[in-house]
């Protein structure tokens, strides 16, 4: 059962700038998510503006793109390799963000990479056509990884009924799906888009590169957890056994380490616009928007490959308030595309026809 006190503040307030609200949680290691624990929040300011909107400022004004751009052609050029070989690894799934850095990586940056795919639990039929079309007009090489469909379904099933969390399963596969392909391909650099912080962690977490190791690695495959149960315990209670788990078991640290394999986001040396990653990569690798509005907000290009990701947002609604309009319109007015006034009515419009379906 969900625990009812997940540490939010019982005061809520909206930031100033956007209209994020301090019940947003920050990232966490997901295997390592327990029921009860409590959630890490988005930080404020004394002047009531988020921490999202504190670095979307540091981002356009105290940050020399030109310089970071430097750093980058530095890195891919200690990785580049010059027998044909792969040297860059991209999880993703085809839309707009891993459409742009795999393209601009490969055809900008001359770079040679492998693109991974952690296969949604569910392709919405606008996602199944940008998958294909990223891959055949982008001209990238990829594998697409399927898990288990029955451990999935359960995994979904208790981290849904446990946690209220039923995108668990896919998070934790999406994270280590790069680090594992990388062991086996002799790849030493994986490169993810933006860095999560930038949405809401603590801004420090912005200063680095890389991706902690503790998202995607650890000391102990039994020390992982599920819906808020260890692995050990589901396997003592199901058929399921080790060996079953085996894609959703993260890399050890050590081995990480003598490897050479290093986690970078792209969005530390490019300035990173969702918006304008989409204008890429509809030119670029005939990614499409979707027909009609997403479920519960006003946009048509974010998150539309997994018929699952508006149940998730379902729950983001009940557990934080926070719906899809809400994350969508705080997005674009730190992107300049919106005010914050125009954020304000599209969340109103768009949550209250999400809370009819929900309630009525």
């Given at each position: 059962?969900v ?14 700038k956007?209209?994020?609200s ?12 327990k ?5 890490p929040?988005?930080?404020?300011d004394?002047h ?9 400022d ?30 860059i690894l991209?999880?993703g ?14 055809y ?11 296969a ?7 996602g199944?056509?940008n ?21 999935h ?11 209220l ?5 896919f ?5 280590i799906i790069g ?8 790849i030493k650099?994986i490169?993810?888009?933006e ?6 962690n603590l801004?420090?977490?912005?200063k680095?590169?890389?991706m902690?190791?503790?998202?995607f690695?650890?000391n102990?495959?039994?020390s992982?957890f599920?819906g808020?149960?260890?692995v050990?315990?589901i ?6 056994t080790?060996?079953?788990f ?5 890399p ?6 003598d ?7 792209l ?5 990173w616009d ?20 997403t479920?519960?907000?006003f946009s ?21 308030g926070?719906g899809r ?14 005010t ?10 768009f949550?209250?026809?999400l ?6």
């Open positions: 059962m625990s009812k006190d997940i540490g939010l503040p019982k005061k809520v307030i909206f930031c100033k956007c209209v994020i301090n019940q947003r949680p920050s990232s966490v290691i997901e295997f390592q998510n029921i009860g624990d409590k959630k929040i988005i930080d404020f004394d009531q503006i988020c921490s999202a909107c504190r670095f979307n540091i981002k356009n004004n105290d940050i020399n793109w030109d310089e970071r751009e430097k750093k980058l052609l530095k890195l891919l050029d200690q990785f580049r390799k010059k027998d044909g070989g792969y040297d991209i999880p799934s085809g839309g707009k963000d891993s459409a742009f850095a795999s393209h601009v990586l490969k900008k940056y001359g770079m040679n990479p492998l693109t991974v795919t952690w949604p639990h569910l392709y919405t039929d606008i199944q056509k998958f294909t079309s990223w891959i055949h007009k982008g001209g990238l090489d990829n594998i697409l990884f399927t898990p288990n469909g029955r451990l379904s359960y995994l979904t099933k208790i981290s849904f009924q446990n946690l969390h039923p995108f668990q399963p998070i934790i596969g999406q994270k680090p594992k392909m990388a062991e086996k391909f002799n650099l490169m993810y888009g860095n999560q912080a930038e949405y809401g801004i420090n977490e912005n680095k590169p890389t902690d190791k503790s998202f690695s650890s102990n495959k039994y992982m599920f808020g149960i260890s050990e315990e396997i003592k209670k199901s058929d399921f080790i060996s079953d085996e894609p959703y078991i993260p050890h640290f050590k081995d990480l380490d490897k050479g394999i290093e986690m970078h986001y969005g530390y040396y490019v300035k969702p918006q304008e990653m989409f204008y890429y990569a509809s030119e670029h690798t005939g990614f499409s928007a979707n027909d009609q509005r479920e519960g907000t048509k290009y974010s998150g539309i490959d997994d018929k699952i990701d508006t149940f998730h947002y379902y729950t983001t609604l009940i557990k934080f926070i309009a809400t994350y969508d319109a705080a997005q674009e007015v730190r992107n300049g595309k919106i914050r006034n125009e954020a304000i009515a599209l969340v109103k419009k949550i209250w026809k809370l009819v379906v929900l309630f009525y």
